[in-house]
Nanobody, 115 residues
Framework: QVQLVESGGGLVQAGESLRLSCAASGIVLSRHHLNWYRQAPGKERERVASTTSRGIIDYADAVRGRFTISRDIDSDTVSLQMNGLKLEDTAVYYC?????????WGQGTQVTVSS
């Protein structure tokens, strides 16, 4: 059974940084397209960053220049380094992978940015 687990969320002040991590069981992350999504209360879930199995990376406009997605092949994890956090970054952040036949999601990790 495939399971994804996010970690690293917490409460920080605006301007500070957090590093999220996604780990998996039952699947090798490095072989798959991986996305970080987030969802704030009352808002739709949005993709903030992605990386393909070939290393192609993309970011949402709202986080480009502040967030960095990266893979650690040895540990088979994917991280999201979040710098210069803003109040509007407050959300539950989810790890997602695209596979054949479908997607898998973690339970999410809460990021709260305060003034």
């Amino acid at each position: 059974q495939v399971q994804l687990v996010e970690s690293g969320g917490g409460l920080v002040q605006a301007g500070e940084s957090l590093r999220l991590s996604c780990a998996a069981s039952g699947i090798v992350l490095s072989r798959h397209h991986l996305n970080w999504y987030r969802q704030a209360p009352g808002k739709e879930r949005e993709r903030v960053a992605s990386t393909t199995s070939r290393g192609i990376i993309d970011y949402a406009d709202a986080v480009r220049g502040r967030f960095t997605i990266s893979r650690d092949i040895d540990s088979d994890t994917v991280s999201l380094q979040m710098n210069g956090l803003k109040l509007e970054d407050t959300a539950v952040y989810y790890c997602n992978i695209n596979t054949n036949p479908g997607d898998y999601w973690g339970q999410g990790t809460q990021v709260t940015v305060s003034s």
